[in-house]
């Protein structure tokens, strides 16, 4: 059951819900309730590399603490994170809860919520809201500004409360896994970059040394082929000649053969003629 603003304001006043700080009341006329709602204001601002940076590197001379590294305004750029401690105190009764909602006018503007969420039945101390600047323009955040709004719902019956410990804000492990940026990316883009480049890069020049692989593969092997097969012409050459030779000096002694025998042909022809006395045997034997 989501709870009016007169029964709000009535567990406020009585130390409820939420306080000034762990033992002061809240002024109710610092607070704007509006049905079951309350909205919540900024306490301290975080810029989370700047805080790294200052308790990191001058700890050791400055022993900087996290509430020298708050800021009390702040412009977040686009893409960049910050992380709010809101400055109203919680005392959770145990019979009820609340829902972090970030406020309209937020989304507006380009700021994303991280960490929207429940705020449990017993729970003791202070939220944080953690915002990305998504938008275009640079986004304006002061102190005393309304940061996120609390949804308040009763319990049917009460519970055992909250078992972990009071929310004591911000605190430096927290800053330490934030990075300056939405996931990081003005120190991870010249390593994304680098990594795209050498990836193309990389093809690229593999794809040439394909190519030159090929060549200083293929061209020998040509160069070989063309030896080859002048080796093999020669050794054709070589069982040719013969041959042709053989050719030539048998085709010379046949004609030879023929010649002897058409001469002694001739002889035994004369012979006929003689004897038989005719005209053609005439011309045959006085050509
Ligand atoms: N933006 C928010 C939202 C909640 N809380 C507080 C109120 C919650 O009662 C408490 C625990 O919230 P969750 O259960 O959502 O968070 P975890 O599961 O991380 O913490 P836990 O292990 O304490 O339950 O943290 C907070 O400080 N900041």
């Given at each position: 059951m989501l709870l009016s603003k007169k029964s709000l304001e009535t567990r406020i006043n009585s130390g409820?819900?939420?306080?000034?700080?762990?033992?002061i009341p809240l002024d109710m006329s610092s607070i704007n309730l509006s049905g079951s709602s309350c909205d919540l204001t900024v306490g301290r601002i975080f810029q989370p590399e700047n805080a790294k940076t200052i308790l990191n590197q001058f700890q050791v001379f400055?022993?900087?603490?996290i509430d020298d590294v708050a800021l009390e305004k702040h412009r977040i750029k686009p893409g960049e994170m910050a992380l709010i401690e809101v400055k109203e105190y919680f005392a959770m009764p145990r019979d009820m809860g609340g829902i972090l909602f970030p406020p309209n006018k937020l989304a507006k503007e380009g700021l994303l919520m991280t960490n929207p969420g429940h705020v449990d039945p017993g729970y003791r101390g202070l939220v944080t809201v953690c915002l990305v600047n998504m938008g275009r323009q640079e986004v304006h955040i002061a102190v005393d500004q309304v940061i996120t709004t609390l949804l308040l719902v009763g319990v049917d019956e009460p519970t055992?409360?909250?078992?972990?410990?009071?929310g004591k804000g911000v605190h430096k492990t927290q800053l330490q896994s934030l990075d300056v940026d939405f996931a990081g990316l003005k120190s991870r883009l010249p390593g994304l970059i680098t990594e795209y480049i050498s990836h193309r890069v990389g093809a690229a020049l593999a794809l040439v040394g394909l190519v030159f692989a090929s060549y200083a593969l293929i061209l020998p092997e040509l160069g070989q082929y063309r030896i080859e097969s002048k080796k093999e012409e020669e050794i054709a050459q070589e069982l040719i000649e013969p041959l042709r030779e053989a050719m030539i000096t048998d085709y010379s002694k046949a004609s030879e053969n023929i010649q002897a025998q058409l001469d002694s042909l001739k002889k035994v022809l004369l012979k006929v003629c003689e004897n038989s006395k005719t005209t053609e045997c005439k011309e045959l034997s006085n050509p």
């Open positions: 409820e819900i939420l306080r000034k700080s762990r033992n400055h022993n900087y603490k055992d409360g909250y078992a972990g410990s009071e």
